[in-house]
């Protein structure tokens, strides 16, 4: 940043408060009010859906323009290192290097391409979780069918509410057998708001793989597109052989952009699918080739510093805190079930439930004719869902759980 430190960056653009006491004059506190200030939301909306496709900030907007009046005004003036800028944002952000980074469009181009291009042998078979995203499932059969071997799906929790880490973990160690592929789970999965631990499915994983010859290793392949800028981690250094994620949901990112990255030691054993554009290293050649939207793809370093200069654990923490306000008022509603875990730790931006006597769609379009934007999932049971972004506020938390206790 130059002479201009991080912090001072954040007073100068008006998102970060400091309050008078000396603990905050050290840290800052962010103005969350200035930051939603930043985005061009619906005033008259409570959007607890931002999660889907998420808003730009002003700062992503004007990067888009910028890039898109340079292509317009000579589309042949740039350079492959373009590539190399957003792998090296995306890379620090994720506690990786830019060289184990793949550009992809979305979570779901990102999977089949890892799925699609793992060595893969007809007596081999890959494990998933029954709560995975039905796009991350249908990646793995699809690339099992074409190498004739078996998909497993499986379940590592009696009770998504419940789950703790020592069940996982103990599941999952039952679960790998010696022609396990792959084992694919979701950080913080969209139909139940879970958090995955990680870094203990990662140490199963790596258990199971003693003794192993590396055609038979088991890699660990990470769905991260509800943890990526939601939980206060680094996605490169939980375990996983490979992080797969959308930016364009709780990072800001533009829209239909992506990252895969892939632990550099296993990176020979995932082939490219299609040809690709970004040669920086084998696995940048993962990234679809072809032209794309570059305005987009070029952008995503903006989206990155913004919540750079916001602190990852400033977003986390804010991001906890108003789903943690919400479960608290939900389990003092007579009739509301959680089903999303109380504890932080295994929780984040995301918290599923049930209103009884009503389905989850019927929950959203009744909280809809009170102009209150929440989601549900086709998944195998369609929970009521929020997302708690930190453009939202406590005050519309109360009031959203003011109408759900209307319902």
């Not at 370093?301 to 608290?328: M, Y």
Request: net charge positive; with cysteine; glycine share 10%.
């Amino acid at each position: 940043m130059g002479g201009m430190d991080r912090r001072d960056f954040l007073v100068g653009t008006g998102l970060l408060a400091v309050t008078p006491s000396a603990a905050s004059a050290a840290q800052g506190a962010v103005d969350w009010g200035a930051v939603r200030r930043e985005f061009r939301l619906d005033p008259a909306l409570i959007n607890l859906g931002l999660f889907y496709l998420a808003s730009n900030p002003r700062e992503v907007r004007t990067a888009v323009e910028k890039i898109k009046r340079e292509l317009d005004a000579n589309s042949h003036d740039w350079t492959a290192a373009r590539f190399g800028e957003v792998a090296a944002a995306l890379g620090q952000y994720v506690g990786g290097s830019p060289e184990d980074i793949a550009l992809v469009p979305n979570t779901t181009t990102g999977l089949s391409i890892v799925y699609g291009g793992l060595r893969l042998r007809a007596d081999q078979e890959l494990l998933l979780n029954d709560q995975d995203h039905f796009w991350h499932r249908q990646a793995a059969e699809l690339a099992a069918h074409r190498a004739g071997a078996r998909i497993r799906v499986g379940t590592l929790y009696e009770n998504s509410a419940k789950a703790t880490e020592d069940e996982i973990a103990t599941r999952l160690r039952s679960s790998i057998t010696p022609q396990t592929r792959a084992v694919g789970i979701t950080w913080v999965q969209s139909s139940t708001g879970l958090r995955m631990p990680v870094r203990a499915c990662a140490q199963v994983v790596a258990e199971a793989n003693r003794g192993r010859a590396e055609a038979d290793r088991c890699l660990l392949v990470v769905d991260g597109v509800h943890g990526l800028a939601a939980v206060d981690d680094d996605a490169a250094r939980m375990g996983a052989d490979v992080f797969v994620a959308g930016t364009h949901k709780w990072l800001f990112g533009p829209r239909g952009t992506g990252m895969v990255w892939v632990n550099p030691a296993v990176a020979n054993q995932i082939d490219p699918l299609l040809p690709g554009l970004d040669g920086r290293s084998p696995t940048s050649l993962l990234g679809p080739g072809g032209f794309h939207a570059f305005e987009h793809q070029w952008a995503v370093p903006a989206a990155v510093r913004f919540h750079q200069r916001l602190g990852r654990n400033r977003v986390a923490a804010r991001i906890t805190e108003l789903s943690t306000r919400f479960k608290d008022g939900l389990a003092e509603i007579p009739g509301a079930v959680i089903h999303t875990p109380r504890d932080p730790k295994m929780s984040a931006g995301m918290v599923c439930f049930d209103v009884a006597g009503q389905s989850g769609q019927q929950v959203v379009d009744r909280l809809a004719q009170k102009r209150i934007q929440i989601t549900t999932a086709s998944y195998r049971i369609p929970y009521a869902r929020i997302g708690t972004a930190i453009l939202n506020t406590p005050q519309e938390i109360d009031r959203t759980l003011k109408e759900i206790r209307a319902l």
